[in-house]
């Protein structure tokens, strides 16, 4: 087994994640299976009872592990199922150590960081890097291990220490270091400096590791005295400095190291030489095609995202990857307004009616409202007048988990008059309880008590436009993420009233789909199809709330065995607005809608 390891230097968010991610394409684009480890230094055991707005999105994997938002970067770009053991943190291996001493495994020694934490780390990371994650039996040839957080802070200490006796446990030609660093320029200088990068450096190595390859961030292409005076003082070759600069889509940064041949700086620091095993040159055709595809999108689609994290674009990174993979396949130029669902409210009109206008403006201007998932009652009722918008406007709708529970609520409201209706969540003595506490879910305990990871969907009607979108599917397979659920005990009652619930799980109790039929698009589920979404694989429902001709879409054979669309594109509003330029995730110059609430890149 091989290790690629990726650390960060001089400040954080500058895109460790993509980094990593672009790695591993780039090596299983010549010939390798890879893997992907996540180390996360925080005392959690997992991501699951952070905020979003924290910690940015909680990302659901199949087997039902709430792990940090980089793994969705892995699947997405490698297009393989992690499990919870990829991703490591602090909490995780102290809980696995003090476990072990309470069984007596230490047989009465001192339990010390060093060796029994360090040791533990180190065993853990072989351990999960032979697991198959690409759908064989076959183990990976190469391990992408990303550590999170930045060199020197206090809480990485122990793993610094234990990937660096790793680095001589493996031995030499087995382990890769890449060192993401900042290479900033001054306003006032107007000149790159490399002083950041070399401090950082100089921190790793006094720590016991030594840079192999160096990634340097920066807005523009490196200046050759720059890469020059790198590798004079941070000992790395000239050939092992990689430019990430800025670059128009995130579909570019595989193609960058490509271009800069950093497989092949990889490869020889991880003394790969067979060619039998091995493409002499990256395959990265569709990654080009894609990138260039996204570059030159022109026909707009504007989607309206109501929700209560707006102020974070990462607490709805998957979702957002969705709509881009969606939109890309139907040659449509994705415009997202954040609208926060508070300023929807009748109350935001009195406390600023700047806000409320503008919402108003964002979500009658949409060609698709999208109501994600959340937890709590903050903007709940802004939810629910968004989905009663597009439910009497006839305007696209999917919601997502909640969104689905909250047009369930809208339409017992707004059609059945049931004016008190209401979820237990929100109001636990609601006389008209239409969506209710799971009976195995916990109320004392927040972590992993959920109803998790990848159920099953049965269809319940076969011409209805959700099993049409899936193919024609009798079932699919997506992942859950919630507590609450719809009330068993009231279906008959919407359904005769005209909401038809196509999707359920295996037992017939527990719905997962919503639809209205006469609707053109109202779609509600209560898994997330956006954590299965893949670039060249585009979620079936997203397509359909991104699509401006759904009747076209919607016909059969018109999505490919491969997601992609191949139908002609619809037509959409013309855009109103610009654009402006700014850093995402320290690695996209991403297009953004200048009428949005702080609108959202692509």
Known sequence: MKYVLVTGGVVSGLGKGVTASSVGVVLKSCGLRVTSIKIDPYLNIDAGTMSPLE????????????????????????????????????????????????????????????????????????????????????????????????????????????????????????????????????????????????????????????????????????????????????????????????????????????????????????????????????????????????????????????????????????????????????????????????????????????????????????????????????????????????????????????GMQIAVIEFARSIMKLHGANSTEFDPTTKTPCVIFMPEGSKTHMGATMRLGSRRTFFQVTNCKSAKLYGNASYVDERHRHRYEVNPDMVPEFEKAGLSFVGRDESGKRMEIIELPTHRFFVGAQFHPEFKSRPGKPSPLFLAASSGQLDHLLQPGLISSTGRHTCSKGGAQKLKAGHVMKPLNGLVNAHYSATGNGAIPI
């Not at 199922?81 to 003090?98: A, C, E, H």
């Not at 495994?105 to 351990?127: A, F, M, N, S």
């Open 55 to 402: 910690h940015g999105e909680v990302f659901v994997l199949d087997d039902g592990g709430e792990v940090d938002l980089d793994l969705g970067n892995y699947e997405r770009f490698l297009d393989i199922k992690l499990t919870r053991d990829n991703n490591i943190t602090t909490g995780k291996i102290y809980q696995s150590v003090i476990d072990k001493e309470r069984r007596g495994d230490y047989l009465g020694k001192t339990v010390q960081v060093v060796p029994h934490i360090t040791d533990e780390i180190q065993e853990w990371i072989e351990r999960v890097a032979m697991n198959p994650v690409d759908g064989t039996e076959e183990p990976a040839d190469v391990c992408v291990i990303e550590l999170g957080g930045t060199i020197g802070d206090i809480e990485s200490m122990p793993f610094i220490e234990a990937l660096g006796q790793f680095s001589y446990r493996v031995g030499p030609g087995n382990f890769c270091l890449v060192h993401v660093s900042l290479v900033p320029v001054l306003n006032v200088v107007g000149e790159q400096k490399t002083k950041p990068t070399q401090h950082s450096v100089r921190g790793l190595r006094g720590l016991g590791l030594m840079p192999d390859i160096l990634a340097c961030r920066s807005t523009q292409p490196l200046e050759e005295h720059v890469k020059v005076k790198l590798a004079q003082f941070c000992h790395v070759p000239i050939s092992n400095i990689i430019n990430l600069r800025d670059v128009t889509n995130i579909w570019h940064i595989p193609l960058l190291l490509r271009d800069q041949k950093a497989h092949e700086a990889i490869l020889k620091v991880l003394d790969i030489q067979c060619v039998g095993k091995v493409a002499r040159e990256p395959q990265l055709s569709e990654w080009t095609e894609r990138a260039s595809r996204c570059d030159r999108l022109k026909s707009p689609v504007r989607i309206a995202m109501v929700g209560k994290y707006t102020g974070l674009s990462d607490s709805y990174l998957s979702v957002i990857k969705a709509l881009l993979h969606a939109s890309v396949a139907l040659d449509r130029k994705l415009v997202v307004d954040w609208v926060p669902s508070c300023d929807l409210e009748d109350s935001a009109a009195e406390e600023n009616l700047d806000a409320y206008e503008k919402a108003w403006e964002l979500l009658k201007g949409a060609d698709g409202v999208l109501v994600p998932g959340g937890f709590g009652d903050r903007g709940v009722q802004g939810k629910i007048l968004a989905a009663k918008y597009a439910r009497e406007n006839n305007i696209p709708y999917l919601g997502i988990c909640l």
